[in-house]
Structures are given as C-alpha cells and as structure tokens.
Nanobody, 125 residues
Framework: QVQFVESGGGSVQPGGSLRLTCSGSGFALDDYAVGWFRQAPGKEREAVACIGSRDDRKFYVDPLKDRLVISRDSAGNTVTLQIDNLKSEDAGVYYC??????????????????WGQGTQVLVSP
C-alpha cells in the first residue's frame, strides 16, 4: 500500500527554520515526483515546491523560492523541505504528495494522486 507520511512540523518563532520530511512506506519514493503543499485555515491548498522522480530538477513557487530547499534522500526513501526565515503567513498544514513516474514535476494540486495526512506548522513569537 502506497503511503506518504509527513513529519517535522511544529511551532517556531518568526525568523526560524523548519525541516519537513516526507517518507515513503512500502514503495520507492524515487519513482514519484514529490510535491510539497500547504493549506492555511480558510484558504485553498497551494503548492510550494516539487522535485521530479529519479530527477534532480526542482521547482519552487516564486514568492518562496529564496527561503525553500527541497531535496531527496534515495537511501532514506525521503524527500525533505527546508523552510528558512519563517513568517506568520507560512503557518498551516503542510502536505507532501506523489505523482508516479513523472520526471518533470508540476506545481499544482491536480497533478498529484497520492497524499499524506499533513503536518502542522505554527509560527508565533
């Protein structure tokens, strides 16, 4: 059974950093393009970054690209998202999702079929 699991969320002060991890269970995460998304209360889910399957090409949404790093650890079967200089507007639930056998990942919710349950990020003084 394909299962995506997020971890690493928590509460952080403005200006701080977080490292979110997406783990694959029961399958090779390398076979999937992996996207990271977030959803703030009352807002639609939005893409923030993605990385292609068996491909190092990475894409970020423009407003956030200077504060994000997405990376893949094939041995650990994980994809991580580093977020620096966190702001209050970064708070929300962060999800990872997979798109099978897609080298050129897409920054859009509709392209992904497998989703994790999300991890909460809080940003407050």
């Amino acid at each position: 059974q394909v299962q995506f699991v997020e971890s690493g969320g928590g509460s952080v002060q403005p200006g701080g950093s977080l490292r979110l991890t997406c783990s694959g269970s029961g399958f090779a995460l390398d076979d999937y393009a992996v996207g990271w998304f977030r959803q703030a209360p009352g807002k639609e889910r939005e893409a923030v970054a993605c990385i292609g399957s068996r491909d190092d090409r990475k894409f970020y949404v423009d407003p956030l690209k200077d504060r994000l790093v997405i990376s893949r650890d094939s041995a650990g079967n994980t994809v991580t998202l580093q977020i620096d200089n966190l702001k209050s507007e970064d708070a929300g639930v962060y999800y990872c999702a997979g798109d099978l056998y897609t080298a050129r990942c897409m920054l859009g919710v509709r392209f992904y079929s497998e989703w994790g349950q999300g991890t909460q990020v809080l940003v407050s003084p």
